[in-house]
């Protein structure tokens, strides 16, 4: 006995049943061509009239052959996706107990018809696949599906759709209330973001993010610190800029130096702010805190030397006695309060 083949053609989004209310599956060759003909009528510029008529010239040419061969078109549903395509399988069931086929012919109008081949390969054999595209429409409906896929992608995946719809809906929402400011807003915060690309700071910022929800929802005092910390940086910033054009005659060198001494005295608060934050968090533990108040003392030490040597840079009076004392003094905070870290852990 000969193998039984079936041609299967697919209408996924069941343009037939929308158009002339007919619904799969459709068995038979008459069956078939009656369709494809009152959907031609119904809509010449429809496809799936054209891969039906494929269907049966595949049919035909089989059925010279002495094949054992049987057509079926099967229709989904116009809401593509689990629906439609949960449908056509149903149908596929139905028509593989009709007809016991073993190998199988599958006819399509493109790219969106395609998605049901692996319904179809998990059940039979594919033979052959053939696909029915009116010549003139081939490259556009495949640029279409192209684009419609992508644009599925976009918005369905969190990282793609941030990067698509998020950046642009920031840079329209600061053009509109800074006007022609926000080009400079917008190019700074695209730095700021290359620089956590760069140095791999992406941990260390959903870090301070997560923590900072999640001392909020708490109602902790550690979130006002952390609001502070924010406050200061950006009070910070704006002063250094302000400092910066005051010197922005000067060379380049001085003019990005009093940049920094306008803000390093708010920078300072924003780092003791946040060390504060994250210190309420530790209820017990002596050793903790001797540890972070490590962090302060190092972060204070930091902040004298970095101050007297901008001074010393830009301000012309100014003494080096003054910043020799500030390093020994920096210096001398730094390794007490290491001699103290040290004594309380050998306890």
Known sequence: MKESILVICVDRDNDIGEKIGIEGPIFGRENNLNVAQKLAIEDPE???ANSIFGAIKEYDNLKSQNKNVNIVTLTGDSRTGIISDEKIAEQL??????YKPKKAVF??????????LPIV?????????????????SQLESSYYVIINFLKEIVHDPQTSKLFFGIPAIIFVL??????????????????????????????????????????????????CYILTIAFIIIGSVQGY???????????????????????????????????????????????????????????????????SVDYIILPNYNVI??????????MIILMALIMEKIVYSN
């Open 322 to 331: 003054y910043l020799i004392i500030s390093i020994i003094f920096g210096f």
């Open 121 to 137: 390969q998990s059940k039979l054999q594919i033979m052959s696949i053939r696909k029915i595209i009116v010549k003139q429409s």
């Open 175 to 224: 053009y509109a209330i800074f006007g022609s400011l926000a080009w400079r807003i917008i190019l700074g915060v695209i730095g700021v973001y290359m620089i956590i690309k760069a140095f791999h700071l992406e941990n260390l910022v959903v870090s301070f993010i997560s923590e900072l929800t999640s001392t909020f929802s708490k109602g902790k005092l550690s979130f006002f």
């Open 242 to 308: 302000s400092n910066y054009n005051f010197y922005l005659n000067s060379n380049f060198f001085i003019s990005s130096l009093s940049f920094l001494h306008g803000a390093l005295i708010y920078y300072l608060v924003a780092g003791l702010s946040v060390l504060t934050g994250r210190l309420l968090h530790v209820y017990d533990k002596t050793q903790k805190v001797i540890k972070y108040l490590t962090y302060y003392a190092l972060l204070f030490s930091i902040y004298i030397v970095l101050e007297n």
């Open 93 to 98: 069931d139905t028509a593989i107990k009709k």
């Open 46 to 48: 429809e496809s799936d």
């Open 107 to 116: 006819v399509s109008d493109g790219a969106e018809d395609e998605y049901i």
